[in-house]
């Protein structure tokens, strides 16, 4: 584990929900400790993306990073908001949740 960073990205507004949710009520990460990063392509609009990342996430605009603006490879076939990743530096955090899954993998293997 060479760092503390839990970091999830979707373009899926439910999967990020319950990440957030996830993050609050099992490891009892406080909102001020989130930060999120947007991968935009570039037709979309910086503000109004992070505006409804923010309303889903519930994370200040200002705990949010430079956006990243991408070129897509498929014209048609895109995100109306972008690829949103949630980031939590927290070693401790890190280390829960990797126990979590070797537990659960050497229990179902």
């Not at 392509?41 to 994370?59: A, H, P």
Request: with cysteine; charged share 25%.
């Amino acid at each position: 584990m060479s760092n503390g960073i839990v970091r999830l990205s979707n373009v899926d507004p439910c999967l990020i929900t319950i990440f957030v949710h996830f993050l609050q009520q099992i490891l009892k990460v406080r909102l001020e400790n989130l930060r999120v990063a947007l991968v935009l392509y570039s037709d979309l609009s910086d503000n109004d993306c992070k505006n409804f990342w923010s309303r889903i996430t519930g994370v200040p605009i200002k705990q949010f990073h430079k956006s990243q603006f991408i070129k897509g490879r498929h014209p048609t076939k895109r995100s109306e908001h972008g690829i949103c990743g949630v980031v939590l530096s927290s070693r401790g955090a890190k280390e829960k949740i990797f126990t979590w899954i070797k537990l659960f993998c050497e229990k179902y293997q």
